[in-house]
T-cell receptor, first 116, second 113 residues
Framework: GAVVSQHPSRVICKSGTSVKIECRSL??????MFWYRQFPKQSLMLMAT?????????EQGVEKDKFLINHASLTLSTLTVTSAHPEDSSFYIC????????????FGSGTQLSVL | AQSVTQLDSQVPVFEEAPVELRCNYS??????LFWYVQYPNQGLQLLLK??????LVKGINGFEAEFNKSQTSFHLRKPSVHISDTAEYFC???????????FGQGTELSVKP
C-alpha cells in the first residue's frame, strides 16, 4: 500500500535553532499535503495545506514566517520550524493525498519535536 | 507492530440509512482510540475518542463508537446518515496518553439522496 515517510521521527534541538521535517510519498504522487500539529488529548490542528508548485495555504493563527512549508515536488513537502522555542515542542504529522487512487489520504508516522 | 486497519475503503449509503465504519487495531494492554473526520476541503476534526470508562462513546453529529476489547475493534456507527456526513473518516490509536497517533487507511463515506 501507499506509504508516506516522515523524517525525522524524533528531534531534540536547542532554543533558537531551526528544524526541518520532511514528508515524502514513496510510491505515489501527492498533489496536496497537509501539516498538522498534535496537541494534548490527541486533538489535531491543521497548520497548512500545500500544493505542489504553489505557496502553502496557512490556517488562521499559524505564523507563516515561523513555520515554513515547501512543496517542491510531487513527492516531497518540508516543514521548517524556524527559531524554535520550547512552546513549539509537539508532535507534527503530515498527510499526503494521492493524485491517483481515488485521491486517498495517507499519513506520515509523525515527528516529535522537543525544544530545550 | 502497532497498527490500525479500516476494512472498508469506501462505503456508499443512502440518506437516512444506518452506517457502520469498521476499525480494528493491534492488541495491546492499554489503548486509546479515536475517530477523525475530514470533510471536503477541510482539515481533520475529532469526532470522538475512547480513553477509559464506558465502552460506548458518543461523539459529535450523532456518531457513536463501541470499544470491544475482545475483538480489538472500535467501529463507528450512526443510525441515520445525512448528505452532510459525506467525508473521509479515519480511525486512530495511541498506546499511551499523549503518545503518537497511528492512523488507519481511512474510509470514504458517500451519502446519496
Amino acid at each position: 500500500g501507499a506509504v508516506v515517510s516522515q523524517h525525522p521521527s524524533r528531534v531534540i534541538c536547542k532554543s533558537g535553532t531551526s528544524v526541518k521535517i520532511e514528508c515524502r510519498s514513496l510510491d505515489f504522487q501527492a498533489t496536496t499535503m497537509f501539516w498538522y500539529r498534535q496537541f494534548p488529548k490527541q486533538s489535531l490542528m491543521l497548520m497548512a495545506t500545500s500544493n505542489e508548485g504553489s505557496k502553502a495555504t496557512y490556517e488562521q493563527g499559524v505564523e507563516k514566517d515561523k513555520f515554513l512549508i515547501n512543496h517542491a515536488s510531487l513527492t516531497l513537502s518540508t516543514l521548517t520550524v524556524t527559531s524554535a522555542h520550547p512552546e513549539d515542542s509537539s508532535f507534527y504529522i503530515c498527510s499526503a493525498r494521492d493524485r491517483g487512487q481515488g485521491k486517498k489520504l495517507f499519513f506520515g508516522s509523525g515527528t516529535q519535536l522537543s525544544v530545550l | 507492530a502497532q497498527s490500525v486497519t479500516q476494512l472498508d475503503s469506501q462505503v456508499p449509503v443512502f440518506e437516512e440509512a444506518p452506517v457502520e465504519l469498521r476499525c480494528n487495531y493491534s492488541s495491546s494492554v492499554s489503548v486509546y482510540l479515536f475517530w477523525y473526520v475530514q470533510y471536503p476541503n477541510q482539515g481533520l476534526q475529532l469526532l470522538l475518542k475512547y480513553l477509559s470508562g464506558s465502552t460506548l462513546v458518543k461523539g459529535i453529529n450523532g456518531f457513536e463508537a463501541e470499544f470491544n476489547k475482545s475483538q480489538t475493534s472500535f467501529h463507528l456507527r450512526k443510525p441515520s446518515v445525512h448528505i452532510s456526513d459525506t467525508a473521509e473518516y479515519f480511525c486512530a490509536v495511541t498506546y499511551n496518553q499523549g503518545g503518537k497517533l497511528i492512523f488507519g487507511q481511512g474510509t470514504e463515506l458517500s451519502v446519496k439522496p
